[in-house]
């Protein structure tokens, strides 16, 4: 069975990839290393240094006619997807698109999306479940709703099955630290260096933080199961900024104090439910939060030196 990984470059795409080659399967990697980078792609995968949107993609499926493929390729950042709505639209719509036209000329059986819980903006019920309606508060949430829409298109249009993966808020090794990356990184990587981590507002706004290797495990059962439905993915568990800050600081054992900025205009609370994706994925998040922020500061301080 071969499954093409598009952002297997990438921080959630890379851990899918291992995961797959684990379990047996033939992969095909298409990144553009735009955000990825290349030591984190499995040896055992082929790889081609590829832009989703890009007509060079047709060659790929061409030559590799793979059975599956799951869709992690996007431009990921919230700010930049306000600030540059047109490029994000052409990476998450067109990109997707792109990727769909392939998937139905080359006889593809099934997608995997990778989505996001952008697409609900500000809840109105927690923990937020799949019926929950969908109001995006951000350019990068409607786009990554738009490919969901016309990955559903797809289906009726063409027959091609799917599973749309609607991902919290991830976390874990390979995460990059920079401006745009989660906030575990970031505050895992200024503490090691002795930095401060900055908190917008009063830190008490919440996430829900869902460990990268239990995202991946989803990938991979989305494979199988859950034909052509939505899934929450995440712990289903609400942990404040706050409280990472603390968690990370306790497992590094120093004393260092945060800095509080202006609070951002962004969502006050949000966690989601998972019960559909353990009742008809099969899912189980494995790693609690404690367990997945020791592994990560663990993987952030090795690669110090
Ligand atoms: N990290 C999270 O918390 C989170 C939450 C919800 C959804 N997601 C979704 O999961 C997916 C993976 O995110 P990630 O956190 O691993 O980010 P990432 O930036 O590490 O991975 C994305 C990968 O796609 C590649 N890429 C970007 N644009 C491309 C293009 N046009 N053509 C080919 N490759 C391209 C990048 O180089 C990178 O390797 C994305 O679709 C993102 O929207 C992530």
Redesign the pocket.
């Known amino acids: 069975m071969k499954v093409l990984v598009?952002?297997?470059?990438?921080?959630?795409?890379s851990h899918t990839v291992d995961a797959l080659v684990k379990n047996g399967y033939e992969v095909a990697v298409?990144?553009?290393?735009?955000?990825?980078?290349k030591e984190?792609i499995n040896k055992d995968a082929k790889f081609y240094e590829?832009?989703?949107?890009s007509e060079k993609l047709k060659r790929v499926f061409e030559s590799e006619r793979p059975d599956m493929a799951i869709?992690?390729?996007?431009?990921?950042s919230l700010r930049k997807s306000v600030e540059n709505p047109m490029f994000d639209a052409r990476?998450?719509i067109l990109?997707s698109i792109n990727l769909l036209q392939c998937c139905k000329e080359f006889e593809v059986d099934k997608i995997v999306y990778?989505?996001?819980?952008?697409v609900y903006g500000e809840p109105k019920y927690l923990p937020v479940d799949e019926k929950h309606a969908t109001k995006p508060a951000s350019p990068?949430g409607l786009s990554?709703l738009a490919a969901e829409e016309y990955i559903k298109l797809y289906h009726r249009m063409r027959g091609l099955d799917y599973v749309i993966l609607?991902?919290?808020?991830?976390?874990g090794p390979r995460?990059?630290s920079d401006g745009e990356a989660?906030v575990v990184a970031i505050f895992t990587d200024r503490m090691l260096h002795n930095k401060p981590p900055v908190v917008f507002g009063d830190g008490e706004q919440t996430r829900d933080f869902v460990y990268v290797e239990d995202v991946a495990l989803a990938n991979l059962l989305a494979l199988k199961n859950g034909k052509n439905k939505v899934f929450n993915i995440g712990s289903g568990k609400e942990t404040s900024v706050n409280d990472v800050f603390g968690k990370i600081r306790n497992i590094l054992g120093i004393n260092i104090r945060s800095i509080r900025a202006e609070p951002k205009q962004e969502i006050r609370r949000i966690y989601i439910s998972n019960e559909k994706a353990v009742k008809e994925l099969g899912w189980n998040p494995k790693t609690n939060i404690d367990d997945g922020l020791k592994k990560t500061v663990a993987w952030f301080k090795e690669r110090q030196f």
């Open positions: 598009t952002g297997g470059a990438g921080f959630i795409g298409v990144d553009n290393l735009s955000n990825g980078r984190n590829i832009d989703v949107e869709h992690l390729a996007a431009q990921i990476q998450n990109g990778a989505s996001s819980v952008a990068y990554k609607r991902y919290a808020n991830v976390y995460q990059m989660g």
